[in-house]
Nanobody, 127 residues
Framework: VQLQASGGGLVQAGGSLTLSCAVS????????MAWYRQAPGKQREQVAV???????TYTDSVNGRFTISRDNIKNTIDLQMNLLKPEDTAVYFC??????????????????????WGQGTLVTVSS
């Protein structure tokens, strides 16, 4: 399965952006879907999690400003980001943990215990 992130760009503080992560295969099941980010000189941090069951969770710094969602029709994982701050500047990565997907060729389910990552999309918030 392949993930393709998009939607990053330059925005002024207080503005909004929506990131989208297109998944190449129909996901039948998963442990979690998530967005991470990595700012220059810092470690990658988990920003928002969409679990297979239960509630979405957010890191404290974005709670109340960001919303993660899954679009089953478009087969995407989206991150709506509002009230952006300069400290939100980072490369954002989408992630799917332990997915099961429908094989495009054979049409049979395939399951993996691994993490799958998108290539990252840059978000720059100017002050």
């Amino acid at each position: 399965v392949q993930l393709q992130a998009s939607g990053g760009g330059l925005v002024q503080a207080g503005g909004s952006l929506t990131l989208s992560c297109a998944v190449s295969n129909k996901i039948l099941n998963f442990n979690s879907m998530a967005w991470y980010r990595q700012a220059p000189g810092k470690q990658r941090e988990q920003v928002a999690v969409y679990p297979s069951s239960g509630s979405t969770t957010y890191t404290d710094s974005v709670n109340g400003r960001f919303t993660i969602s899954r679009d089953n029709i478009k087969n995407t994982i989206d991150l709506q980001m509002n009230l952006l701050k300069p400290e939100d500047t980072a490369v954002y990565f989408c992630n799917v943990n332990k997915p099961c997907w429908l094989s495009l060729v054979e049409g049979v389910p395939i399951c993996s215990g691994e993490d799958y990552w998108g290539q990252g999309t840059l978000v720059t918030v100017s002050s």
